[in-house]
Structure formats: C-alpha cells, structure tokens
C-alpha cells in the first residue's frame, strides 16, 4: 500500500521538486530558518530610526543652545539660513491651533509601525518605516517636553529655505521615509517582501 503511493502520489503529497513546505513550531510560529531574516529587517528598522532620532535631538539641542534668540546663520545667502523657530503645527508650520491632535497622530503613527515590524522582511520597507519611526519620535518629543506643556509643546525648527516653511531634520526624515514608501507601492512591494501587480 505505501508503496503504490509512493508511485501514484496522494492529494496531499508535493510532487518532486515542488518546494518544501515551511515547518511551523508550537502556536504555528515560522521554523528558527526564517527567523534571522525577519529580525534583519527589524533591526534596521530601529538603526535608521535611532539614527534618525539621535541626529534631530542633537540638531534640536545645538540650535536651542546656541541659535535662539540670536540672529539667523546665513548658509547660502538668502536662499538658505538657520533661525530657530518654535512651531506648535505640525510639519512646516501648518495647523498650529492642532497641536494635541498632531500629537495624537505622531504616536499613533509610533503605534502603527511597531506593529508593521512583527512582519518585515523588506529592507527598503525597513529603511523607510525607520525614517518615519524616528522623524515621528523627534517631534513627538518636542510635543512632550518642551513649553507651553506635555502634548502642546512647540516643535523646534531651523532650516528655512527661501520662499518656503522653516522645518526640521525629523521633519525632513519624515517626508523621505513617505516618498520611499509612494515608490515601494508603486512597484508593488509590501513590507514582509512579497511582489504584487494590479
């Protein structure tokens, strides 16, 4: 009987050279083969995201200490100078009479790819959801802790281009990570690596 199986094959068994199914460990979790590659993408996620973090902190220290209440640092001329601004919108100025709902927004943002990274297995996904993750914390720590109080605070900006809004590096984080992640839909990339064509 086995052997007439093995030679006609059964629903339920591959045929020769299909691929092996992946092995499920107890509560139906992927086998130890994957694991490495999710926790890959997961741990770039958070690199770019401290990084991100770490360089707006700092950017937001130096220019609170050295740059406000002084005059504006020309760069190049007119066209591109530091001032310290403190915004109470959200990114480039806009709504500042939301300033709690903005709040709202940057942690459920915070909230949202926490639980994206449980199933990421894309490194451009990862790049992107990290320049996200920490242009959100950025701001959202300005919203915390600095004047007038917690959740109302004033975000500190102080890159002011001509003829456009004065905005910050977690503000421009923020935008890149969204460009990226435009792009990656259009080609049909999903964030745990999968291709898939409208």
Same mark, same amino acid.
């Given at each position: 009987m086995a052997e007439a199986e093995?030679?006609? $094959?059964?629903?339920?068994?591959?045929? *020769? /050279? +299909?691929? &092996?199914?992946?092995?499920? $460990?107890?509560?139906?979790?992927?086998? *130890? /083969? +994957?694991? &490495?590659?999710?926790?890959?993408?997961?741990?770039?996620?958070?690199?770019?995201?401290?990084?991100?973090?770490?360089?707006?902190?700092?950017?937001?220290?130096?220019?609170?200490?050295?740059?406000?209440?002084?005059?504006?640092?020309?760069?190049?001329?007119?066209?591109?100078r530091l001032e310290a601004i403190r915004n109470a919108g959200a990114a480039f100025g806009f709504g500042e009479a939301f300033t709690v709902i903005f709040t709202v927004i940057a942690a459920a943002v915070i909230v949202v790819i926490a639980r994206l990274a449980r199933k990421l297995y894309s490194l451009p996904w990862a790049i992107a959801l990290g320049l996200l993750l920490g242009g959100a914390l950025g701001n959202l720590t300005d919203r915390i802790f600095r004047t007038p109080g917690v959740f109302e605070g004033a975000v500190v900006d102080f890159i002011a281009p001509k003829h456009f809004a004065v905005f910050n590096l977690a503000d421009s984080a923020i935008v890149c990570g969204g460009i990226l992640i435009v792009l990656l839909s259009f080609r049909g990339l999903d964030p745990d690596g999968t291709v898939h064509k409208d």
């Open positions: 093995r030679v006609i $094959g059964t629903p339920d068994t591959p045929e *020769t /050279g +299909s691929e &092996p199914e992946q092995s499920s $460990g107890p509560g139906g979790q992927e086998s *130890t /083969g +994957s694991r &490495p590659r999710g926790k890959r993408r997961i741990a770039v996620l958070f690199v770019v995201a401290a990084f991100a973090y770490a360089l707006d902190l700092a950017s937001k220290m130096l220019v609170v200490a050295r740059l406000e209440h002084h005059a504006p640092i020309e760069i190049a001329g007119d066209w591109l």
